[in-house]
């Protein structure tokens, strides 16, 4: 499968806690880009790249939440500290520049008990 | 900021009934337009997009939507549906600009009924 990959699937994790999720893009798609999507939302933007520099952050990304993408392929999202309100699923989406598709992966869905 | 909304929250149909799920935006610039899919245990697809040219815009499974930029809308339609429609859709919108992130709807859950 060539498409988006992000590992893992699911997470549960306690409280305080901090977690890593992971993201492969499509390969030759330059941006990538991070979104939290709770329960009976939409998807909502938290941040994208543009090869390995991180372009914009939406307000949603508190001080807790970092992203990387250090080689500009892959992509880490870091929650330090989790907190309840942080359980959503997280999509990682990528394309190959403006105005095109972007192509989702099936997301990580973090579960802070 | 840009805002979406979806004014069907849950629709219930039974097969070969016609489709239209609503759509409106707010944003007074160019935008892209595009509606995803999302069927149980899945992950998001694109159904259509629309950048520019012609407002009616065809995508796969015999959707289509229509851009009026008048009215700010950008509705998903389909002629007759099939259970394997059963999923939930999404509306989405980009500015025309470096970025391209999405905004998106609050999403619309359709469920076909054999």
């Known amino acids: 499968d060539t498409g988006v990959s992000q590992d893992p699937r699911h997470k549960i994790t306690k409280r305080g806690q901090n977690v890593t999720f992971r993201c492969d893009p499509i390969s030759e798609h330059n941006r990538l880009y991070w979104y939290r999507q709770t329960l009976g939302q939409g998807p909502e933007f938290l941040t994208y790249f543009q090869n390995e520099a991180q372009l914009e952050k939406s307000r949603l990304l508190s001080d807790r939440f970092s992203a990387e993408r250090p080689k500009g392929s892959f992509s880490t999202l870091e929650i330090q500290r989790t907190e309840q309100g942080d359980s959503a699923m997280y999509l990682c989406a990528s394309n190959r520049g403006s105005n095109t598709e972007a192509f989702f992966g099936q997301g990580t869905r973090l579960t802070v008990v | 900021a840009q805002s979406v909304s979806q004014h069907n929250h849950h629709v219930i149909l039974s097969e070969a009934a016609s489709l239209e799920l609503g759509c409106n935006y707010s944003?007074?610039?160019?935008?892209?337009l595009f509606w995803y899919v999302q069927y149980p245990g899945q992950h998001l697809q694109l159904l259509l997009k629309?950048?520019?040219?012609?407002?009616l815009v065809k995508g796969i499974k015999g959707f289509e939507a229509e851009f009026i930029k008048s009215k700010f809308s950008f509705n998903l339609r389909k002629p007759s549906v099939q259970w394997s429609d059963t999923a939930e859709y999404f509306c989405?919108?980009?500015?025309?600009?470096?970025?391209?992130?999405?905004?998106f709807g609050g999403g619309t859950r359709l469920m076909v009924k054999p």
């Open positions: 629309y950048f520019s040219g012609d407002p």
């Open positions: 944003y007074g610039g160019t935008v892209n």
């Open positions: 989405a919108v980009s500015l025309n600009n470096a970025g391209n992130m999405l905004t």
